[in-house]
C-alpha cells in the first residue's frame, strides 16, 4: 500500500512539474505580448499630442502575405518623408496597432488614400522624431496584441490550476 502512494503521489509530482513548466512557457509568452501591447497602446495613446509637421507620400502599396495555416492578409505600406530641424526623417507608420487585413480592397482604400506625392500631416514624437505616424491616437487595432497577451496569460493560469486539480484525485 504504501508503495503504491509513493507512485501516485510521484506520478502526480511528475504532472504538476509538466503543468508548471508548459504553463511557465505560456505566462512568459503572455507577458511578453501583454507588455508589447501595452506599449503600442501607450504610444497611441500619446501620439494624440504629437507635433505636427508636413511630410509628403514617396511610396503607397499593399503588401501580401500568408500565415503557417494559409491564411492570407493585406497591408497598406506607406511610405513619408518629413524634416525636422533641418534633419530628414523617413517612416512607414500609418498607425500605432494592427495594419493588416483580410481583405485586400481594404488594404488598398487605405494606402489609395495616401497617393505618392501626396502631403501629409506627420504626428512625430518630440523626444524621438524619428517615430511617427500619419494617423495619431487609439483605434481597435491598438489592442490586438495586448488582448492576446492577456488571453494568454489567463488561459495559461487556467490550463495550470485545472491539470493540477485534476491530478490531485
Same mark, same amino acid.
Given at each position: ?5 509513493? @507512485?501516485?503521489?510521484? =506520478?502526480? /509530482?511528475? +504532472?504538476?512539474?509538466?503543468? /508548471? ?6 505566462? #512568459? ?5 501583454? !507588455?508589447? %501591447? ?10 494624440? &499630442?504629437?507635433?505636427?509637421? $508636413? %511630410?509628403?507620400?514617396? $511610396?503607397?502599396? *499593399?503588401?501580401?502575405?500568408?500565415d503557417a495555416e494559409g491564411a492570407e492578409s493585406y497591408s497598406p505600406e506607406v511610405t513619408y518623408r518629413y524634416q525636422i530641424n533641418d534633419v530628414l526623417y523617413e517612416n512607414n507608420t500609418i498607425k500605432f496597432g494592427e495594419n493588416a487585413y483580410g481583405s485586400r480592397r481594404r488594404a488598398e482604400q487605405i494606402a489609395a488614400t !495616401?497617393? *505618392?506625392? @501626396? %502631403?501629409?500631416? *506627420?504626428?512625430? =514624437? ?8 500619419? $494617423?495619431?491616437?487609439? +483605434?481597435?487595432? &491598438? ?5 492576446? %497577451?492577456? #488571453? ?5 493560469? *487556467? ?7 485534476? =491530478? @490531485?484525485?
Amino acid at each position: 500500500m504504501q508503495q503504491q502512494d509513493i @507512485k501516485k503521489t510521484s =506520478n502526480w /509530482l511528475g +504532472s504538476c512539474i509538466t503543468a /508548471l513548466f508548459t504553463g511557465g512557457i505560456f505566462l #512568459l509568452i503572455g507577458a511578453g505580448l501583454a !507588455y508589447w %501591447g501595452w506599449n503600442i497602446l501607450q504610444s497611441a495613446r500619446a501620439s494624440a &499630442s504629437w507635433p505636427t509637421v $508636413e %511630410g509628403v507620400v514617396t $511610396e503607397s502599396d *499593399v503588401s501580401y502575405s500568408t500565415d503557417a495555416e494559409g491564411a492570407e492578409s493585406y497591408s497598406p505600406e506607406v511610405t513619408y518623408r518629413y524634416q525636422i530641424n533641418d534633419v530628414l526623417y523617413e517612416n512607414n507608420t500609418i498607425k500605432f496597432g494592427e495594419n493588416a487585413y483580410g481583405s485586400r480592397r481594404r488594404a488598398e482604400q487605405i494606402a489609395a488614400t !495616401y497617393p *505618392v506625392g @501626396k %502631403g501629409v500631416t *506627420v504626428y512625430f =514624437n518630440p523626444d524621438q522624431p524619428d517615430r511617427s505616424v500619419l $494617423e495619431p491616437g487609439v +483605434s481597435g487595432g &491598438s489592442y490586438i496584441v495586448l488582448c492576446i %497577451g492577456l #488571453l494568454f496569460v489567463v488561459i495559461s493560469l *487556467v490550463v495550470t490550476l485545472v491539470s493540477f486539480f485534476r =491530478n @490531485k484525485g
